[in-house]
């Protein structure tokens, strides 16, 4: 959203003002001020023409400029009713200069998850993609998985779901244990983070969040038992879970010594029995509790492993 069209929605959602009136309030001609309305009626936008001036009467459901109203985190939306990768549009933006920004889609058409597997993206989820560029060394990276996953929970349990992180980028809901769920959980939300930088430093970081919103279970595919949050509370108002969201990532990203504290208190993890696949192998035992900048210490009965990166599964209780 352009910074005039900003301006014009601030001041309507004060109350009504007549167009001249806002006009001179903001420096720019009559025309522009209509201009800058008709594109917000484009938008989806209600602003009614009455006898005080514009009225701002609704607000679009979903969509780039509805997150953007309201938000309390300085980021651009750019919207897509469908795109193959939020991911893979965050990181053109990218190669762009851009920062700050959010892809945001109503599905995807070739979502990805960790180790470029399928990510189903129909249309009523939330799969976002925020893109930053953090004055922080590369080795912190992880640190901004974990502010996603906890965003995220927070932003989900907000909607009354009963979400839990499970290390180090799935989203959790405790249920009913059966054949397709032995540990009772069932994936809610997934994290993949994507960067680019120097020995030194982040060059660009794009963190990507798929949320199974307003979907039903059964679109999504066989394999992991998932959930939905229309299955767990019913259908939310994914303009506002979407702000909630981008607003707690936006509060953890500026106090990234604090993530780890803010994720044990969402943690699913820690405290069961884990296999971790590592690239150097699996590691079996109870997961103690995760260090800076997101490693998982694992105890496995002969001493403590720190696993940083891995594919981890929640075992059954004994």
């Not at 939306?77 to 892809?103: F, K, M, Q």
């Not at 405290?271 to 971790?276: A, E, T, Y």
């Amino acid at each position: 959203m352009n910074e005039t069209r900003r301006r014009v929605l601030d001041a309507l959602a004060e109350g009504p003002v007549a167009g001249p009136a806002l006009a001179d309030r903001l420096g720019v001609s009559r025309a522009a001020v209509w201009k800058q309305v008709e594109a917000l009626r484009e938008a989806g936008f209600e602003v009614a023409s009455t006898e005080e001036g514009y009225e701002l009467r609704g607000v679009p459901e979903f969509g780039g400029a509805a997150v953007e109203y309201g938000l309390e985190a300085p980021f651009e939306v750019e919207y897509h009713d469908a795109v193959p990768s939020t991911n893979d549009r965050a990181r053109e933006l990218a190669a762009e200069g851009r920062e700050d920004v959010v892809v945001l889609a109503d599905a995807q058409t070739g979502g990805r998850g960790r180790l470029d597997r399928e990510w189903a993206s129909p249309s009523g989820g939330v799969w976002l993609s925020i893109l930053v560029r953090p004055d922080v060394p590369p080795a912190h990276a992880p640190a901004f998985t974990l502010a996603a996953a906890v965003a995220t929970a927070r932003a989900a349990r907000e909607a009354g779901a009963d979400a839990v992180i499970k290390w180090p980028n799935d989203v959790l809901v405790a249920g009913d244990s059966g054949d397709d769920a032995p540990t009772g959980e069932r994936k809610l939300a997934g994290i993949l983070t994507e960067m680019e930088g120097e020995a030194d430093r982040i060059s660009w970081l794009v963190v990507g969040v798929g949320v199974n919103a307003n979907v039903d279970p059964d679109d999504l595919p066989p394999g992991q038992p998932a959930t939905s949050l229309r299955a767990e509370v019913g259908d939310v108002d994914r303009r506002l879970f979407t702000q909630r969201l981008l607003e707690e990532f936006h509060e953890l990203r500026g106090d990234l010594a604090g993530v780890v504290d803010a994720w044990r208190e969402h943690a699913g993890t820690l405290g069961r029995q884990v296999r971790v696949e590592t690239p150097g192998g699996e590691v079996v035992g109870e997961a103690v509790d995760v260090r800076f900048p997101g490693a998982l210490v694992v105890d496995t009965g002969e001493g403590r492993e720190e696993v940083t990166a891995g594919d981890c599964e929640h075992l059954r209780p004994l």
